[in-house]
């Protein structure tokens, strides 16, 4: 049985700082087979891109709102994929899940993603 695991989450305020982290279990190639991605949720919102890493951890993507304040990083020794936040502001109040896709592709689609984490909230006060 698969499964993703968010932890990390809370109430920070604007300007804090927060790492997220989502531990996997049972995918069917191994951790280390699939490229990991984070997306986020935000009341009344469609759920949106925020970042994925290739399975070695080196290639990254970034939505163009989080450039220069998230980084999505992995341990694949311990198959767990973060997303480590800074600068955080209000917009970025949300349920920020953590994806598992086979195609190695880092997709910004949520199609291209089998495997879900059930989500962790992040509420940031201004």
């Known amino acids: 049985q698969v499964r993703l695991v968010e932890s990390g989450g809370g109430l920070v305020q604007d300007g804090d700082s927060l790492r997220l982290s989502c531990a996997a279990s049972?995918?069917?190639?191994?951790?280390?087979?699939?490229?990991m991605g984070w997306f986020r949720q935000a009341p009344g919102k469609e759920r949106e891109f925020v970042a994925a890493v290739s399975w070695t951890g080196v290639s990254t993507n970034y939505a163009d709102f989080v450039k220069g304040r998230f980084t999505i990083s992995r341990d694949n020794a311990k198959n767990t994929v973060y997303l480590q936040m800074h600068r955080l502001q209000p917009e970025d109040t949300a349920v920020y899940y953590c994806a598992a896709d086979p195609d190695q592709s880092m997709a910004t689609r949520q199609s291209d993603y089998d495997y879900w984490g059930q989500g962790t909230q992040v509420s940031v006060s201004s």
């Open positions: 049972g995918l069917t190639f191994g951790f280390s087979s699939y490229a």
